[in-house]
Structure formats: C-alpha cells, structure tokens
C-alpha cells in the first residue's frame, strides 16, 4: 500500500475493526456485481470507494429515462447507453485504481459459473427470480459468500448467505424453487431512498465479509419498512431437504 493510498482509505483504515491488515484484504478482493440498477449503483459505488481491488459488473440492459430516479450511478447523458459502460465510468471517476471487469450481458451456464469462480464475493442485486435463483446455485456449487438485497414499492429485504458455513442457508432455503410472482418495480414502483439504504447495507455486508470483521448477516433476514421506518429481523435455517444446498445422501 502506497502513501497515497494510505490517505485515500485513512477514514476506515483508523477502525480498529479493519486497519491496515483489512484494507489490504479489501484490495486483494474480487467482487461480481449482478445487476446495475438500484441496488447495483451503490454497491459499486461504496465498494469502489472502500478500495476493492477488482469489480466485475454485470449487466445486460440498458440505461433507460425511468431508471433515474432511483440508479444513482447513472446520469442523464447515459440515457440509452449499456449500464455496464455507464456504471464503470462513474467508478473510475470516483476511484480510478479499481480494476474493472465488464460483462456487459445475461449471465447463465458456464459463464455463470466462469464468473462467480474468478471472484471472492458475489451480489445479488439483480431483479429477477430466475437470475437470483441460478446465482445461488453458482455460489452453492463453488462456495462462494452471496449478499442479497432486494426492494419494491416501499419494503427492502437484506441477507448473506456463505456456503462455506455448514449452518448457513442458500437463497433457496429461504425463498423455495417456485415460479416468480412478485411484480416488478416496473409495474408495482419503488421508493428511490429504500433501494439506496438496501444497496447500502449490501455494500457493508461486503465489506465485512471481505475485510473479516463484525457480525455477517448469515441466517437473518433483514425487513425493512420504508412507510413507517421500521426495521425487523428475522432467523433463516438451512433447509435439511433443500434442492439446492442439502448434503447429497451416500
């Protein structure tokens, strides 16, 4: 770590929590960001300012005039241009040394698994159910930490789930394998704040993954109320009988 590095992260290199040992692990890491809207723009955002070495940005779409209410990383000039491209100029303008990988499109199959395999640490902050659903079993599969946030109309929802702890559930164990029915922020709307706040605690899950400190979110749901600013948490088990996760009888 050079001196100006030694600057630049010096805010979060004084906890004690983290210090210098931390923040190399945080430049050493390798991130995968699946998906680039609302819960995308700031986890890029804040793990890109904390100092992660490499962020790999995946997304297929494109930066739409709706988005911008609530895709922080976004600006209006973007307007049509691949959020891949738009997301990694806004990173490299905020911090310049990040390494970033782009995937500008669906991932699936085994560029899935290629890309959740070249990483440290995956996010889920995509906003589909099969998307969601094909990440977990990747991250299942080759035991790599997920942080999954999700957000509508005005309640937010926050998780980890670490595959390489025997008592921690999959996003399968929580959500089950059935078709998707909850609508989409296109058809049932969103709050711009709650999908920052989500994205936010994302970033900071990611964060203590990464660095190895404080207490993970692994088996706990985070709810959370935007309406009346409540926050409530519930416990999440690993399912015994879970498609995805459970140990495959000898």
């Given at each position: 770590m050079d001196d100006q590095q030694l600057l630049r992260y010096s805010r979060q290199i004084l906890l004690p929590q983290l210090d210098i040992d931390g923040q190399q692990r945080l430049l050493d890491s390798r991130v995968?960001?699946?998906?680039?809207?609302?819960?995308?723009?700031?986890?890029?955002?804040?793990?890109?300012?904390?100092?992660?070495?490499?962020?790999?940005?995946?997304?297929?779409?494109?930066?739409?005039?709706?988005?911008?209410?609530r895709q922080i990383i976004h600006q209006t000039a973007d307007v049509g241009r691949s959020k891949v491209e738009s997301a990694t100029d806004s990173v490299r303008a905020l911090n310049p040394e990040v390494e970033i990988l782009q995937l500008p499109r669906a991932l699936a199959g085994e560029e899935l698994i290629k890309a959740v395999a070249?990483?440290?640490?995956?996010?889920?902050?995509?906003?589909?159910?099969?998307?969601?659903?094909?990440?977990?079993?990747?991250?299942?599969?080759?035991?790599?930490?997920?942080?999954?946030?999700?957000?509508?109309?005005?309640?937010?929802?926050?998780?980890?789930?670490?595959?390489?702890?025997?008592?921690?559930?999959?996003?399968e164990c929580l959500y089950g394998s059935g078709e998707e029915t909850v609508l989409s922020c296109s058809e049932a709307g969103v709050i711009g704040p709650l999908v920052g706040l989500i994205g936010?605690?994302?970033?900071?899950?990611?964060?203590?993954?990464?660095?190895?400190?404080?207490?993970?979110?692994?088996?706990?749901?985070?709810?959370?109320?935007?309406?009346?600013?409540r926050f409530r948490e519930m416990r999440v088990r690993r399912d015994p009988a879970c498609r995805c996760c459970a140990p495959v009888a000898e």
């Amino acid at each position: 770590m050079d001196d100006q590095q030694l600057l630049r992260y010096s805010r979060q290199i004084l906890l004690p929590q983290l210090d210098i040992d931390g923040q190399q692990r945080l430049l050493d890491s390798r991130v995968l960001i699946v998906g680039l809207g609302g819960l995308g723009a700031p986890v890029a955002l804040y793990l890109a300012a904390a100092g992660v070495g490499t962020l790999v940005l995946a997304d297929h779409d494109e930066v739409d005039l709706t988005n911008l209410q609530r895709q922080i990383i976004h600006q209006t000039a973007d307007v049509g241009r691949s959020k891949v491209e738009s997301a990694t100029d806004s990173v490299r303008a905020l911090n310049p040394e990040v390494e970033i990988l782009q995937l500008p499109r669906a991932l699936a199959g085994e560029e899935l698994i290629k890309a959740v395999a070249n990483v440290d640490l995956v996010m889920d902050c995509c906003d589909n159910f099969a998307t969601r659903q094909a990440v977990n079993a990747a991250c299942v599969c080759l035991r790599r930490p997920l942080v999954s946030g999700a957000a509508i109309r005005l309640e937010g929802q926050l998780s980890v789930f670490d595959s390489r702890r025997d008592d921690s559930p999959c996003y399968e164990c929580l959500y089950g394998s059935g078709e998707e029915t909850v609508l989409s922020c296109s058809e049932a709307g969103v709050i711009g704040p709650l999908v920052g706040l989500i994205g936010s605690l994302q970033a900071l899950e990611a964060l203590k993954l990464l660095a190895g400190f404080g207490e993970p979110m692994i088996g706990r749901l985070l709810l959370v109320d935007a309406l009346g600013s409540r926050f409530r948490e519930m416990r999440v088990r690993r399912d015994p009988a879970c498609r995805c996760c459970a140990p495959v009888a000898e």
